[in-house]
C-alpha cells in the first residue's frame, strides 16, 4: 500500500506529515491548505474551489486503473457544479441538502457529493480517456522495445470503458441536476455513483446506481477533520443505511463544534446506501469491527444489514428509539440541542448489542486452511494448526474476554455472559470449540487448547472467580448465582436478577447445578417455607444443646453458605447419630435445594484424590458415611475449615505441583466418628440427630421441596436482606470470642445483636466449645483414666512423667486400654495437644521445677 505521504513525495516531491497541512499540489496558493489523515490514507485540499484528493493506492495497479481516475475526475467536475449553485436561484441538489434535508455547507464541501452538470460533455471525457489509455499503451510499447506487445491488455480496456460509455451517457443526460453520491473502496478509489433527484420523498422510483466495478463501496468513509487538533479518534467505523444519516452525523457534530467557538470535527462514519447495495468486503477492509445504526423499520427490514454483515464479520449494533425512524430523523427531532443530540447517540453508542460473526463462517473458513495441506504440498501440518489456532482465538476475543484467577484461566462469552474454564477436561470449552469444526480427538484441536492456554494467559485480565454466592462486604450487595449465566443482586432495598459479570462479579456455573427463579412473595405467607423444607424433619438429639439451639445453629450455617468469602475459616457440619436419623437426607435436602437436582452426597472412599478433586470444585460437599478411620481425613478436614490449598503433584510431570484452591463449606454425617483430633473438633458444627420415629418417603418429600424451589428460595432470600441490614447496622461493632472458626461466630454475633438475641446465641456458642470438647475427648483413654484417678488424687501435684506412669497402672487395673505405657514421651505429647479440651472439665495449673521439669495439678471444675 503507498501512503499519501509517499505520493507526495514521489509525485510531486512535497513532503508531508499525517495531520499537518502542506501546500496542495493542484492549487496556485502559496499558503498550506492540503492536509493528510492521521492515517496516511487519504489527504484532501480545504481551500475551495479546489477540494481535489489523493488516496492512498495499492501495489497491484488495478487493470481498470484509468477508469478510476476518470471517475475521480468526474467528482471534481459534478463537486464543482454542486457548490455552484449555492449562487443560483431556485431549487437545485444545494438547496435540498441545505434547506430541506438540513445539512451543514462545511459537510457538502467536504463530502463526496455532486450534482450531475447540463449538457455535460460526457463522451468528449470518454473519448478522451480512450485517447489517454492508447497513447500509454503505444508509450509502454517503445519502453519495452517489444515489437510484439499484446493488445490483448489494451481491448479489454477499451471494451470494459465502452461497456460504461452507454450506462454513464443515459444517466447523465437524462438526469441533469440530480445529486451524486460517490462510493469508494477501501483505498478511497471511486466504485460506484448514486443518482437520487431531489425534492422528492419517493427515491426507489428516482434513484439510479452506476456501479462498474464489482465492488460497491462505501459513502463518507474519507471524510476527516481540517485540524489535527480537532480530529476525533475513532477505532471503530459508525455504520448507517442511507447516506443522509451520515451526512446528518457529520453536520451535528460541525454544529456542536462550531456554537462552541471550537474547530469543527468529523466522525469515523460511512453510509452503505441500504441493504441490497452493501459492500460487505470494503467494510470489513476498512473497519474488522464496525459498529451498525441500522434503521428502526416495523418490519425490523434495517436489521437485515446486521445478520448479513455477521457472515463475514463481528458487529456491534444499535437503533433510534422511536419506531419507523432513523439517525437522520433521530437528530434532527432534537432541533438546536446539539449537545443533547450527541449525548443521545453516545449512549446509544454506549448501550449498543454485540453480534458476533456466525459460527458456520468461521466454520467454513476453518476448512478452508485445513484442506490446504491436501492442496498445496508445501503447507506444513504445524502452519496448519498455527493458522487455525490464530483464526479461533482471534475470534474468541471479538466474541468475549479472557480472565484469570489466581490457578486458572477462563473464557467469559459476552453474548450468553458465560463463564468458560479453559481446560482440556472442561465439557463447556470441547462444545464452544466444536463450532470451529475441531473435534477433541484430532491433533489440531489439542494443539489450539495448548495454545489457548498460553494466549489466555497472556492477555487475561486479573479476577476473582465466583462459584455460588459473593459478599461486597464494603457496599453491602450479595450477589447469588442462578445456576444459569445470571446473578440476583440482592442489596437492602432490593433483590434483582442480573446478567453474569454485573458490577465485575462472574460466577461459573458448577457441574449438575439446575437454574432457578425465586418467588419474592412467598415471604408475605404465614407458613414458613424454610421451617417446612429444612428445619422442622431433622430430629434433633439434646446433649449440651437443646433441640432449639440446634435449630438456631443450623438456621445460621445455612445463612452462612451464602457470605462464605468473609469466613476464610468455615466451620465443618457434622451429622452424628445412629442409623436411620435423616442425616444424609438433611444435607441432600440442603444441597438439592440450593444446587438443584443434580447434588446428591457422595461416600467418603479411600482415594484421597476423590475428596480433592470435590472439595476444590465445589462451594458445597456432602460426604456420607464418614465412619472408617482414614489415615489423611483429619489433616484435610483441617484444610478445608482453614480455606488453604491442596497441593498435588501435576500428571505427567516430574516434579512440578500443582496448587488447588478449596474455598468449600464441607458437611459430613457420621455414626461413629473419627475425625476427633483437637484441631478439626474445634472446627465442628455438631448436630447430633436421633433414629427418627417413623419414616417419610424421601423420594416424595424431596419431590415437594423440588416443585416448591421458588418459594423456599424467595423466602430465603428476603431472609439475607434482613442479615445484610444487620451486617451494615453492626459493622463498628467489636467482636471477640476464643473460637478457632472466629468468623462465622463474628457473622453470627453480629446478627444475633441486630435481632436482640445476643444472649441466647452467646451461649449457644458457650456451649457448642463443650461439646467440640466432649466430641474430641469421647473414647480418649486419658480423660476417662483422669477422672478415676482424680478420686484419690484431687489437688495433688504431679510431673507428667509420674502421671503416664500411675495411668498406666490404673489402666491394667481397669482393663482399659492405654497405648502410651512406658512411652511419655508420646503420653506428653498427646497431653500437651487435648489440654485445652481438658480445661473445660478439669483445672490444670502447670508451674516448671528445678531443671526445667513441669508439674501439672489436677482438680474438677466443679470443685473449684
Known amino acids: 500500500m503507498k501512503t499519501v505521504t509517499q505520493i507526495l513525495q514521489e509525485r510531486y516531491g512535497i513532503e508531508a506529515i499525517p495531520g499537518k497541512k502542506v501546500l496542495c499540489p493542484y492549487c496556485k496558493h502559496k499558503k498550506p491548505s492540503f492536509s493528510v489523515s492521521r492515517n496516511d490514507r487519504i489527504g484532501k485540499c480545504f481551500r475551495p474551489p479546489c477540494g481535489r484528493y489523493i488516496a492512498a493506492t495499492s501495489k497491484r495497479e488495478s487493470s481498470h486503473g484509468q477508469f478510476h481516475k476518470f471517475l475521480e475526475e468526474l467528482f471534481y467536475d459534478f463537486h464543482a457544479e454542486l457548490l455552484n449553485q449555492k449562487r443560483k436561484s431556485g431549487k437545485n441538489a444545494y438547496t435540498y441538502l441545505t434547506d430541506v434535508r438540513g445539512i451543514h455547507p462545511k459537510v457538502l464541501q467536504d463530502s463526496m457529493l455532486g450534482a450531475v452538470p447540463e449538457k455535460y460533455p460526457i463522451d468528449y471525457r470518454i473519448d478522451q480517456l480512450r485517447k489517454k489509455i492508447r497513447e500509454e499503451w503505444e508509450d509502454q510499447k517503445r519502453r519495452d522495445n517489444n515489437e510484439n506487445h499484446s493488445k490483448e491488455s489494451l481491448e479489454e480496456e477499451l471494451e470494459f470503458i465502452e461497456q460504461q460509455r452507454e450506462k454513464l451517457r443515459n444517466l447523465v443526460d437524462l438526469n441533469p441536476r440530480y445529486l451524486c453520491f460517490f462510493y469508494s473502496d477501501a483505498e478511497h478509489q471511486i466504485t460506484a455513483i448514486r443518482f437520487r433527484r431531489p425534492y422528492t420523498d419517493d427515491p426507489k422510483k428516482t434513484m439510479y446506481i452506476f456501479k462498474p466495478f464489482e465492488r460497491f463501496g462505501l459513502f463518507g468513509h474519507g471524510l476527516f477533520s481540517e485540524e489535527e487538533g480537532s480530529q476525533t479518534d475513532n477505532d471503530l467505523l459508525l455504520v448507517t443505511e442511507g447516506e443522509f444519516n451520515q451526512l446528518q452525523l457529520q453536520s451535528l457534530c460541525v454544529r456542536d463544534a462550531l456554537k462552541r467557538g471550537e474547530t469543527p470535527y468529523y466522525k469515523f462514519a460511512c453510509a452503505v446506501g441500504g441493504v441490497q447495495n452493501t459492500d460487505y468486503e470494503t467494510l470489513k477492509a476498512v473497519c474488522e469491527t464496525p459498529i451498525i445504526c441500522y434503521d428502526n423499520d416495523k418490519s425490523n427490514a434495517g436489521f437485515e444489514l446486521v445478520?448479513?454483515?455477521?457472515?463475514?464479520?463481528?458487529?456491534?449494533?444499535?437503533?433510534?428509539?422511536?419506531?419507523?425512524?432513523?439517525?437522520?430523523?433521530?437528530?434532527?427531532?432534537?432541533?438546536?440541542?446539539?449537545?443533547?443530540a450527541l449525548a443521545s447517540i453516545d449512549e446509544l453508542i454506549k448501550q449498543r448489542k454485540s453480534y458476533p460473526r456466525y459460527y458456520k463462517s468461521i466454520k467454513a473458513d476453518v476448512n478452508f486452511i485445513r484442506n490446504k495441506q491436501g492442496a498445496y504440498k508445501n503447507h506444513k501440518v504445524f502452519q496448519i494448526n498455527q493458522e487455525v489456532s490464530q483464526m479461533v482465538i482471534k475470534d474468541l476475543k471479538e466474541r468475549g474476554t479472557f480472565y484469570k484467577d489466581t490457578t486458572d484461566c477462563y473464557f467469559f462469552e459476552r453474548a450468553e455472559k458465560k463463564l468458560i474454564k479453559v481446560n482440556n477436561d472442561n465439557i463447556e470449552l470441547r462444545f464452544l470449540i466444536n463450532n470451529y469444526g475441531l473435534n477433541p480427538s484430532e491433533p489440531t484441536y489439542k494443539y489450539l487448547i495448548e495454545e489457548l492456554k498460553v494466549r489466555s494467559s497472556q492477555v487475561a485480565e486479573r479476577t476473582t472467580v465466583h462459584r455460588f454466592s459473593y459478599f461486597d462486604d464494603d457496599n453491602f450487595i450479595l450477589y447469588v448465582s442462578n445456576l444459569n449465566n445470571q446473578l440476583y443482586r440482592i442489596t437492602e432495598e432490593r433483590i434483582e436478577l442480573r446478567d453474569n459479570g454485573t458490577d465485575g462479579v462472574l460466577f461459573i456455573n458448577e457441574k449438575y447445578s439446575q437454574p432457578y427463579k425465586i418467588d419474592e412473595e412467598a415471604a408475605q405467607t404465614a407458613t414458613s417455607w424454610i421451617d417446612e423444607a429444612v428445619i422442622r424433619t431433622i430430629n434433633f438429639d439434646e446433649d449440651k444443646l437443646n433441640v432449639w439451639e440446634r435449630k438456631i445453629l443450623f438456621l445460621f450455617w445455612m445463612?452462612?453458605?451464602?457470605?462464605?468469602?468473609?469466613?476464610?475459616?468455615?466451620?465443618?457440619?457434622?451429622?452424628?447419630?445412629?442409623?436411620?436419623?435423616g442425616k444424609s437426607h438433611t444435607l441432600r435436602k440442603v444441597g438439592k435445594l440450593l444446587y438443584g437436582e443434580g447434588f446428591n452426597t457422595v461416600p467418603l472412599t479411600r482415594d484421597i484424590r476423590d475428596f480433592d478433586a470435590k472439595v476444590s470444585h465445589c462451594s458445597y460437599a456432602a460426604f456420607d458415611n464418614v465412619d472408617g478411620k482414614v489415615e489423611w481425613l483429619n489433616d484435610r478436614l483441617a484444610i478445608v475449615s482453614t480455606g488453604t490449598h491442596i497441593s498435588r503433584r501435576d500428571y505427567y510431570t516430574t516434579n512440578d505441583e500443582v496448587e488447588y484452591p478449596v474455598d468449600c463449606f464441607l458437611a459430613i454425617t457420621s455414626r461413629t466418628p473419627h475425625f476427633k483430633r483437637d484441631d478439626v473438633a474445634s472446627r465442628l458444627l455438631i448436630m447430633r440427630v436421633k433414629k427418627l420415629s417413623f419414616f417419610k418417603a424421601e423420594e416424595k418429600f424431596l419431590k415437594w421441596v423440588r416443585e416448591n424451589r421458588s418459594q423456599i428460595l424467595g423466602e430465603l432470600f428476603s431472609h439475607l436482606q434482613e442479615i445484610l441490614r444487620a451486617l451494615k447496622a453492626e459493622r463498628n461493632r467489636e467482636i471477640s470470642g476464643n473460637f478457632r472458626m472466629g468468623e462465622f461466630y463474628e457473622f453470627c454475633m453480629k446478627v444475633s445483636y441486630h435481632f436482640g438475641i445476643e444472649e441466647k446465641v452467646k451461649g449457644i456458642f458457650g456451649k457448642i466449645g463443650q461439646e467440640q470438647s466432649t466430641f474430641a475427648l469421647d473414647d480418649e483413654p486419658i480423660y476417662e483414666l483422669l477422672d478415676i484417678w482424680l478420686e484419690k488424687n484431687s489437688g495433688r501435684e504431679i510431673s507428667t512423667t509420674e502421671l503416664c506412669s500411675e495411668l498406666s497402672q490404673l489402666a491394667e487395673e481397669n482393663g482399659i486400654l492405654f497405648p502410651y505405657k512406658n512411652r511419655v514421651k508420646s503420653f506428653s505429647q498427646k497431653f500437651k495437644n487435648i489440654k485445652s479440651d481438658l480445661e473445660d472439665f478439669f483445672n490444670m495449673p502447670e508451674r516448671f521445677g528445678g531443671a526445667r521439669k513441669k508439674y501439672v495439678t489436677i482438680t474438677r471444675r466443679e470443685e473449684k
Open 307 to 340: 445478520e448479513k454483515a455477521r457472515e463475514g464479520m463481528y458487529v456491534s449494533a444499535f437503533t433510534t428509539p422511536k419506531i419507523d425512524s432513523d439517525l437522520d430523523e433521530c437528530i434532527r427531532s432534537f432541533g438546536t440541542n446539539y449537545k443533547g
Open 559 to 581: 445463612y452462612s453458605l451464602f457470605f462464605g468469602n468473609i469466613m476464610p475459616n468455615k466451620p465443618i457440619l457434622a451429622m452424628v447419630g445412629e442409623k436411620e436419623s
